[in-house]
């Protein structure tokens, strides 16, 4: 049996893994389960799945954890202690679905254990990509990438030799607002920007869609993950997000991963990791689709995109900046202080002002670096969403 931990199992990508993983129980040997606010759901897919500990990362919900698991055999934690410690515990397969900078200390964890982590939680290589692969290495650990893109150009990848590689192209759908005219985009209400024409995610990764903030901290991503120049990353509208990724050649050969939109495909190729198996997505049928459309992002309509370039140019601790400057931004969107234009303001006034303060974002990359530089980018988000707002 696979002895499997899944961070983050309460939402959309833990849920997909756990709707695999119980398809086949004998198979597997569930050893934690950790998630937010949603109790109920936690509790109930640890005692289905017979997982040994439950973890919630709010201590103030402990004993709620508790009770909804009484008597289940099942053990509840919760903190931020207790996360690193499920992490630690023996595991051939953790899955990092956590969302945001929150997860990189438990996937660092993870990887300490020499085993594979199944990485869905992008902002780890955006805020300590160097960190995390020398960490991988040092153990002997395996990861593998679970964001549709970056697992499509994995697998596009395999027997071939990173050196031929030209350029990678990684498609995306445009989100809510690609057909808008821009100057609707300034007025753009939270629940519009929340529903996702293809793919069915949560609101957060679903309005980083919107903004196009999602597809660039995938491009920071593909660079820190497969070690090309950034350069060599392209992205590309691609309204019907069936073609997930395509690696060029220097033949000008062009590799695609064609496939459903429906994230148990990613997740199932590195839950079962180096062998195929039947998985439960929809099979296409090409001729009733009959054509695939795609077309150059806007830079006026997607500045998330020229950020990420800027990111990439400037190195160092700015993923880190980039990404707790791009939550604090969403947050403040979700709650209905800024607009959604705003986002991209405030981001760039973050990452313009801590790139001019004095050896910050290059200061050597660990955990405690990037937490600080974390704390202090949201702390430079706020003032500048306070500066605007008069």
């Known amino acids: ?21 119980a398809r086949a129980p004998q198979d597997y ?30 201590d103030d919900l402990l004993e709620d954890l508790r009770a909804a698991l009484a008597g289940s055999g099942v053990a509840a934690a919760a903190g931020q202690a207790a996360l690193i410690e499920a992490a630690a515990r023996p595991a051939d397969w953790t899955m990092s679905a956590i969302v945001g900078a929150a997860g990189l200390a438990p996937g660092m964890e993870a990887l300490k254990q020499g085993a594979t982590l199944a990485l869905a939680n992008k902002e ?11 960490t991988a290495a040092r153990h002997g650990a395996r990861i593998l ?42 007025a753009a209400t939270l629940a519009e ?28 991503e593909t660079r820190e993950f497969f070690g090309v120049d950034p350069d060599q990353i392209e992205v590309i509208l691609h309204p019907e997000s069936l073609v997930h990724a395509l690696v060029g050649f220097r033949d000008g050969a062009l590799m695609a991963h064609v496939g459903a939109s429906d994230m148990r495909h990613a997740i199932g190729y590195a839950l079962h990791w180096p062998e195929r198996r039947d998985l439960p997505v929809a099979r296409l049928d090409l001729a009733a689709i009959g054509t695939l459309n795609f077309r150059a992002p806007d830079p006026a309509r997607y500045p998330a995109l020229r950020l990420a370039r800027d990111v990439m140019q400037r190195g160092g601790l700015s993923g880190a900046v980039f990404n707790a400057a791009k939550e604090r931004a969403l947050d403040a ?41 974390d704390h202090l980018a949201r702390i430079r988000a706020d003032e500048a969403m306070q500066a605007k707002a008069g």
Do not use: C
């Open 1 to 21: 049996m696979k002895r499997v931990t899944v961070f983050g199992s309460t939402g959309s990508i833990g849920q997909n893994t756990l709707d695999l993983i």
């Open 29 to 58: 040997d569930v050893v934690a389960l950790t998630g937010g606010r949603n109790i109920t759901q936690l509790a109930a897919d640890a005692r289905r799945l017979g997982a040994q500990v439950a973890v919630t990362a709010h």
């Open 124 to 134: 780890s290589l955006v805020t300590a990509g160097p960190l995390l692969m020398a």
């Open 145 to 186: 990438p679970v964001d549709s893109e970056h697992s499509a150009i994995f697998q596009a990848l395999a027997g071939e030799d990173i050196a031929a590689v030209e350029r990678i192209i990684i498609t995306a759908s445009g989100g809510a607002f690609r057909d808008w005219p821009l100057e609707r985009l300034a």
């Open 193 to 220: 920007a929340s529903s996702h024409p293809n793919w069915d995610m949560g609101q957060r990764i679903t309005i980083d869609s919107a903004s196009m903030f999602n597809k660039a901290l995938e491009v920071i």
């Open 333 to 373: 969107f979700i709650a209905g202080r800024i607009g959604f234009l705003d986002m991209a303001g405030v981001v760039e006034d973050v990452l313009t002002r801590m790139s001019s303060e004095s050896g910050l974002i290059d200061a050597e990359i660990t955990l405690d670096t990037v937490a600080h530089v």
